[in-house]
Structure formats: structure tokens, C-alpha cells
């Protein structure tokens, strides 16, 4: 048999928060959180599109209170969803979703 001491280490399986998230027509914004590492990517999706990166103010992800501002370009009138999803440092994810909607132009 065999033994072996290591130094104390932190598992982190506790995911983000998406704790705010507003769109008022075609702009997004919100706050993401995690109680144990930091956010270090954000991403949004429209409909049944592609994730795409989605910016945090001061634009770097890495803290763990992360404010986002975005447009969301291209959107057609009507009624879209949005999603935005945070990813802190050991992989965990979560996604809050809204619906927007988008007026017709005059």
C-alpha cells in the first residue's frame, strides 16, 4: 500500500449565475456572477443561431461579477429569443433566456 499527501485544493462544481438580463428591442444587458472563480467567457445566442462571444464592460472576463452591454445586430422585427450563457473557470455553465421583441421600423 501506499500513501501520499497532497496540498489542499479547491473542486469547483458550482456554476455561474446570469443574476440580470434585460432587452429592450435589439439591446442586451446584464450581470453574471459565480460565488467560486471567475467567468472568463460569455456568449449569446439568438433564436436557434450560433453562441457567439458577447463582451463583458471593460472587455476582459475575468472576475467574478462580469456587467455586459451588447446590440444585437440584424434582428428582424418581431419577436426573438435570447439567450446568454456564462462560463466560469472550471468549465461550469449556466444560460438564462428572455424573450425581446424587436418594433417594426416607421
Given at each position: 500500500?501506499?500513501?501520499?499527501?497532497?496540498?489542499?485544493?479547491?473542486?469547483?462544481?458550482?456554476?455561474?449565475?446570469?443574476?440580470?438580463?434585460e432587452g429592450r428591442g435589439a439591446h442586451l444587458e446584464g450581470?453574471?456572477?459565480?460565488a467560486t472563480?471567475?467567468?472568463v467567457r460569455l456568449e449569446v445566442v439568438v433564436?436557434?443561431?450560433?453562441w457567439r462571444m458577447l463582451a463583458p464592460q471593460g472587455s476582459l472576463a475575468d472576475?467574478?461579477?462580469l456587467a455586459f452591454r451588447a446590440d444585437l445586430?440584424?434582428?428582424a422585427?418581431?419577436?426573438?429569443?435570447?439567450s446568454v450563457r456564462a462560463i466560469d473557470q472550471a468549465?461550469?455553465?449556466?444560460?438564462?433566456a428572455i424573450h425581446v421583441q424587436v418594433p417594426k421600423a416607421r
Open positions: 500500500t501506499g500513501q501520499a499527501v497532497s496540498e489542499s485544493f479547491l473542486v469547483d462544481n458550482t456554476p455561474p449565475v446570469v443574476t440580470a438580463l450581470r453574471a456572477e459565480d472563480s471567475p467567468i433564436d436557434d443561431g450560433d472576475a467574478q461579477q445586430p440584424n434582428l422585427p418581431g419577436e426573438h429569443l435570447v468549465g461550469n455553465s449556466a444560460v438564462r
